[in-house]
């Protein structure tokens, strides 16, 4: 098990760090939240261009780099530092169930869609990533049903949409203009990661992968299980990161804010409750480093890490955010502040897949 | 050796030598027989000390056979609670200040199970607030020194062969500059131990009286008047060794913990499942925030002040589990199981996990100013002469 990062990965931090304060620091996620794409189409390019991030899980022989999952988890916790606009997570999202598929299934379909996806040209998302995904029913090829909120759904070029089939689940693909699809942007609680309502309405859609038995004549439910607890963690990451700078901004904002003669960080009230997120911070960090570990080196132990990771790091995530907004006193209520957008993220996130009692439900059935 | 063998080997030794009931508490003076002759077993097949000096008695040994020792010990339960305060405090305060004479004299004994050591810091009137203790050392003609004062919450004195004592020396200076730390014979003419009975109705604590005692020469931690920083260095030691378990009963003897648990509740109540998995819940994230200090520690990063959290946290856990345990269990874990154990001795015991060695609020303190760097709170204490503060008894 390894809970700490190799040199590497410390580089991978340092190099994603450093092109995030100056390509997109806050100011800039403010202006782009706003602007009529919601992101930086430039930024984005040189995002999965330089630094390769959409790819970076996507294995050599499909464009992408090959790296681990605890590499993407350093990745996401600073992309989701930082605030970070635009369809990067629905991305990678995407890019890990098609490796997924691409592991075990020998498919057309994903060896044609993951380059797009592994060179940043193509944006994707997959939908829907709550617990419930009956939804959608596939059959003859089109797809039907809707999908209340999909994340960069209105922007994605690409939709990997899990829909019921008559043999249980499977994964199918939609092109961006295919007949019977609908797109509606929504306007929703973070305003730095946009979702839209999808529906479809005999919908022509790629089958992806599907029933019957893996190239190792395993059942290939597991496919999207597994899929889905990457996904787990990968958005623990991203939450871990989103705790991290909220908590780094109220500390900063303790040492210097004077209050009855004296810094607002001196006071026991206050100091107290740093003291406690600082504890969570430490928690969610080993618990992302556990689940990302898992994820790459002991696949038995992953669906328990990656329930663990949402059902713990999503709520500290959460708590920390609301109480780092809280002690910044009646200016983190304003919308010129940044406390917000993390508040607003970091409630986002944590419903993101789905009610956080599916994961304690899920926890409870794999360890009482 | 590699490190599979080496954890290979220990399993095999504990498995033959850990005797079968645990001597939890091990109050009674046979317990005490009991302990000393497993330490010596212990220090004779090579498990004592794994990492001190070996010049001084210890293995020399790294961390990474400590932890797969610590890992299969944690199986069982080593029979040596006696000795955990010399084994996790005042032996690595010797190791890191003593002299080479205090070291040659102390530090095998301690390890062969030879000495039992206390530490004698906290007072009535000096709790959180240690440094403003009035226990007052003034030299002696031989020397030495002549100790008078009164000491609290001193475990497993009765027992004990030598204590770590902080004093006064010096009242004309502010008070963490004038406390000295001192070497204390336990068997001393003029100390007096008294048993405290607590909350579990039982005396897991001592009162000591110091009465015109005479300490040696060379009995001197650290620096004269430089108490404070010896103090700091035990009290790292301490928290740390809380934090790890040294000398505690293995999780198989935790009646609050989720094995034990599914055995007396309905796990298929889903209010039951829900409050079970919050345990399970902060169980891990303990374990693996633990998991991650000790890999770091590996690779040399000092954890430091944050230990501090890691012991804010089992503290926590620890008053959290009991209660859930006991509120699920419902009545029947109101009555005692035989010796004080079962849920009652574990709701009983828990709040000890808070107080002992630091109270939540002085850890959050230290993760505050020391993690965080967080500006201190002002101090009406900081430069006034020892003499001239209301402090305990002294007005």
């Not at chain 1, 390769?52 to 590499?71: K, Q, W």
């Not at chain 2, 010896?230 to 913990?257: C, K, Q």
Request: charged share 20%.
């Amino acid at each position: 098990m390894m809970l700490i990062l190799s040199p590497e990965q410390r580089e991978l931090r340092a190099a994603v760090r450093s092109f995030l304060a100056a390509a997109s620091p806050l100011a800039k996620v403010r202006q782009d939240m706003e602007s009529p794409d919601g992101y930086d189409r430039a930024v984005y390019r040189r995002l999965n261009g330089e630094l390769g991030l959409s790819g970076l899980i996507v294995p050599e022989e499909h464009g992408g780099a090959g790296a681990g999952h605890a590499d993407l988890a350093v990745a996401l916790e600073e992309t989701g530092a930082a605030l970070l606009p635009g369809p990067l997570l629905a991305t990678v999202f995407a890019a890990i169930v098609l490796t997924e598929a691409a592991a075990t299934y020998d498919g057309q379909a994903v060896k044609e869609l993951l380059p797009g996806i592994a060179a940043g040209t193509t944006v994707a998302t997959l939908a829907p990533l709550s617990g419930d995904r009956g939804g959608v029913t596939a059959s003859g090829g089109t797809l039907t049903g809707q999908i209340p909120v999909a994340p960069n759904g209105a922007e994605a070029d690409l939709l990997l949409v899990v829909a019921r089939t008559g043999e249980g689940e499977a994964l199918y693909a939609v092109e961006a203009g295919a007949p019977g699809l609908s797109r509606t942007p929504l306007t929703t609680l973070d305003p730095t990661r946009r979702q839209a309502r999808l529906t479809f309405d005999g919908t022509p859609a790629r089958l992806v992968a599907t029933g019957g038995l893996d190239v190792n004549g395993d059942a290939h439910g597991h496919v999207l299980a597994r899929a889905f607890d990457l996904v787990s963690v990968a958005l623990a990451a991203e939450q871990l990161g989103v705790l991290r700078a909220g908590l780094d901004a109220i500390v900063a904002y303790s040492r210097i804010r004077v209050a009855f003669g004296r810094q607002i960080g001196s006071y026991q009230a206050v100091k107290h409750r740093l003291a406690d997120m600082h504890c969570k911070l430490e928690q969610a960090d080993a618990i992302v480093r556990f689940a990302a570990w898992a994820a790459d080196e002991s696949p038995g132990e992953l669906p328990e890490a990656a329930a663990l990771a949402q059902a713990y790091v999503g709520r500290a995530c959460f708590e920390v955010a609301r109480d780092h907004l809280l002690l910044h006193g009646g200016v983190g209520f304003t919308w010129e502040h940044d406390a917000h957008l993390y508040y607003k993220r970091a409630k986002s996130d944590e419903v993101l897949l789905g009610p956080p009692r599916t994961h304690r439900a899920r926890l409870a059935e794999l360890v009482i | 050796m590699d490190l599979e063998e080496y954890r290979r080997q220990a399993r095999d030794w504990l498995a033959a030598n850990v005797p079968g009931a645990p001597a939890e508490g091990s109050a009674a003076e046979d317990g005490v027989a009991t302990a000393r002759e497993f330490m010596a077993r212990l220090y004779d097949a090579g498990y004592s000390g794994i990492t001190w000096p070996a010049e001084w008695g210890g293995q020399g040994l790294t961390q990474a056979e400590d932890r797969a020792f610590a890992a299969e010990a944690a199986r069982v339960s080593l029979p040596i609670y006696v000795f955990s305060i010399g084994l996790g405090m005042c032996g690595p305060t010797l190791v890191d200040l003593g002299t080479p004479e205090q070291k040659a004299r102390h530090i095998r004994r301690l390890l062969r199970g030879e000495e039992i050591w206390c530490q004698l810091f906290s007072e009535p009137g000096a709790g959180s607030d240690v440094a403003a203790l009035q226990t007052r050392a003034v030299p002696a003609d031989d020397g030495g020194w002549i100790v008078n004062g009164q000491k609290v919450w001193t475990s497993v004195a009765q027992h004990a062969d030598y204590g770590l004592l902080l004093a006064r020396t010096d009242v004309e200076v502010p008070k963490h500059k004038g406390l000295t730390m001192l070497i204390v014979d336990m068997h001393a003419p003029g100390v007096t131990v008294r048993p405290l009975k607590d909350m579990t109705g039982r005396a897991h604590f001592n009162e000591i009286f110091f009465d015109d005692v005479h300490i040696a020469p060379g009995s001197v931690v650290g620096e004269v008047n430089g108490g404070w920083s010896s103090a700091v260095t035990t009290l790292l030691h301490e928290r740390l060794s809380i934090s790890s378990g040294v000398g505690m009963s293995g999780p198989r003897d935790n009646p609050a913990s989720l094995d034990a648990l599914r055995e007396v509740v309905d796990v298929q109540d889903p209010l039951v499942r829900d409050q079970l998995v919050e345990l399970h819940i902060r169980s891990r994230a303990l374990a693996l925030f633990n998991a991650k200090l000790s890999q770091e520690t590996k690779a040399g990063i000092f954890p430091g002040a944050r230990g501090s959290a890691a012991k804010l946290l089992l503290a926590e856990l620890t008053n959290f589990q009991a209660d859930l345990a006991v509120s699920l269990a419902g009545p029947q874990a109101l009555a005692y199981e035989p010796g004080g154990g079962g849920l009652a001795g574990a709701i009983a015991l828990a709040p000890a996990m808070s107080l002992g060695g630091g109270t939540n609020e002085i850890m959050r303190n230290i993760i505050g100013d020391r993690v965080l760097n967080l500006p201190p709170e002002p101090r009406a204490d900081k430069n006034v002469p020892f003499k001239d503060l209301k402090v305990g008894t002294q007005s």
